[in-house]
């Protein structure tokens, strides 16, 4: 049986189309041992209740990828070793870093995809069955990249992914593209699929996007959160945001937030390791209700809620 999605009602007197948790953050920084940090996480339904893959910073500030896992999405046990990735469909697992994993069901095993340091950041993917033992394949770009994203099925045959070419370092730019695959090895077929925006039509998405939450099916098309980011003179800010994309063709952007959905306000979002941040990375549905995980100032995990139905006519009524 399913466990039912974590949830909280909106607060009485909000019109807020997305509110957060009120026992935020869901995860401290110093939620295991070692850590320095927690954020930028994923989640999914397991067994009988949820399993994680979490983005934990040492306090060397190494970055690595954990598992854990949960009755209720909201209460986690994390491992206190990060994974020991075993070879998949090759025998080169080199990994500088790992960090910002996402998770997604396909078929028959859960697919992790997140940043790997390989000459540079690119996209490490791994597949488990049990969140115990994780088989890494090949990188799915050259470097620089970031963000990669799995739809949760495949598109015309083939599996598809979203991401962010970037460069080394903290990227000043970037624009969301698709990449399909016929084997989870091999990547082509690479289409832009949105761009940063203009200053003066959205500003809190004008310098970089990135997807973010695995993209959920729904009967107006793929409903994926994203990051946006402005360069401020306090530096970046990132905020969150989401598009609606063709369920045929996931290149086309059938309607995109210009308001933001969610940005930094929160004192635990504001103040951290790198303030003003919100960054998706991981949504649940039950078809009704959504909940969204997200790291905050790169430091804890938050969670934030809406109603799908809701966040659809949102996104339509306010579209850029």
């Not at 045959?157 to 399909?180: C, E, Q, V």
Request: net charge negative; with cysteine; aromatic share 16%.
């Amino acid at each position: 049986m399913r466990a039912t999605i974590p949830f909280e009602d909106r607060p009485a007197g909000s019109g807020d189309v997305m509110w957060r948790y009120s026992e935020n953050p869901v995860i401290g920084r110093y939620h295991i041992p070692t850590s320095n940090s927690i954020f930028n996480s994923a989640v999914v339904p397991f067994e009988d209740g949820f399993a994680g893959v979490f983005r934990c910073d040492n306090k060397a500030v190494q970055m690595n990828i954990f598992a854990g896992f949960s009755k209720d999405g909201i209460s986690w046990e994390i491992n206190h070793d990060p994974i020991e990735m075993v070879a998949g469909n090759t025998g080169m697992i080199e990994s500088a870093y790992k960090y910002d994993p996402r998770v997604t069901f396909i078929e028959d095993r859960y697919w992790v995809t997140w940043c790997n340091g390989y000459h540079g950041p690119t996209i490490g993917i791994a597949y488990t069955f049990d969140f115990k033992t994780f088989y890494q394949c090949e990188n799915a770009f050259l470097p620089f990249n970031r963000n990669g994203v799995l739809f949760p099925e495949k598109i015309n045959g083939k599996y598809a992914m979203l991401s962010r070419p970037s460069d080394n370092g903290h990227t000043p730019f970037g624009d969301i593209w698709i990449s399909y695959s016929p084997d989870m090895k091999y990547w082509g077929e690479h289409r832009c699929v949105m761009k940063v925006t203009p200053f003066e039509q959205s500003a809190w998405q004008c310098t970089k996007i990135g997807a973010g939450s695995v993209p959920i099916r729904t009967e107006e098309g793929w409903l994926e959160f994203y990051h946006g980011v402005i360069n401020t003179c306090n530096g970046f800010r990132y905020s969150m945001g989401a598009v609606l994309l063709d369920l045929e063709d996931p290149s086309k952007v059938l309607y995109r937030t210009q308001p933001y959905l969610l940005a930094p306000a929160e004192i635990y979002e504001l103040a951290g390791d790198v303030p003003n941040v919100v960054f998706p990375c991981a949504a649940l549905s039950d078809g009704e209700r959504i909940a969204v995980y997200y790291g905050a100032a790169d430091t804890v995990v938050g969670m934030a809620f809406g109603y799908q139905q809701e966040i659809i006519d949102f996104i339509k009524a306010n579209s850029i």
